[in-house]
């Protein structure tokens, strides 16, 4: 089982970034899928969350720019991230986790290495 992020990097306020994060050895379909972030001297805080049965949850300072979504057929999860603020800048890590209702209340177990955006005025 594995994770693979991808599509981080350097953007303007206001900008739009989209993250990728490829799975294999299992299907995201299968799985509660997540994305957190941690920024320097920050705790890790989850940002977004995606389950099985389409029900997605978001972190209250994202909603509304972030959206989550994911490509069974290519196993990939997505973060479409548009409107983006220095104080999004951080690692953002994929995650999946055991199949939920609520996905919010999950354990990880298995993460990306992470890929880190930088949002500056």
């Known amino acids: 089982v594995q994770l693979v992020e991808s599509g981080g990097g350097s953007v303007q306020a206001g900008g739009s970034l989209r993250l990728s994060c490829a799975a294999s050895g299992y299907a995201v379909s299968s799985y509660c899928m997540g994305w957190l972030r941690q920024a320097p001297g920050k705790e890790r805080e989850g940002v977004a969350t995606?389950?099985?049965?389409?029900?997605?949850s978001s972190e209250d300072s994202v909603k509304g720019r972030f959206t989550i979504s994911e490509d069974n057929a290519k196993n990939t999860l997505y973060l479409q991230m548009n409107s983006l603020k220095p104080e999004d800048t951080a690692m953002y890590y994929c995650a999946a986790g055991p199949l939920a209702t609520d996905c919010r209340r999950v354990v990880f177990g298995v993460w990306g290495q992470g890929t880190q955006v930088t949002v500056s005025l």
């Open positions: 995606l389950s099985n049965n389409g029900r997605t």
